[in-house]
């Protein structure tokens, strides 16, 4: 990044990727990441997706609600988006 793209607070450097929310205006508060802009996103996607299990569907949601930056939840992926999946065994612990 250039000097044009960062900014300096007082005598803090701050790079482009924490100032604020081109969505909403607001901080970021990771690089990057608003979490107001994506917990509103990760909210208005509810509706679209489950796991069939009302309790996973309950953590999952926990976790986009409550999530303090962009690893720091889970999200629900369907079977039929995986790629290449090989069987390996069965019974036990196959």
Known sequence: LS???DYC???KFIPRELKAC???GKPRISFGWCKD?????MKENFLYWTSENKEIDELI???QLNASQTCDY????PFEKF???KYIGSGGFG
Do not use: A
């Open 3 to 5: 000097m044009e793209e």
């Open 9 to 11: 607070q007082g005598n």
């Open 22 to 24: 081109p969505e909403c």
């Open 37 to 41: 802009c994506e917990t509103n996103s």
């Open 61 to 63: 949601r926990h976790t």
């Open 74 to 77: 889970l999200e629900w992926i």
């Open 83 to 85: 790629e290449m999946v």
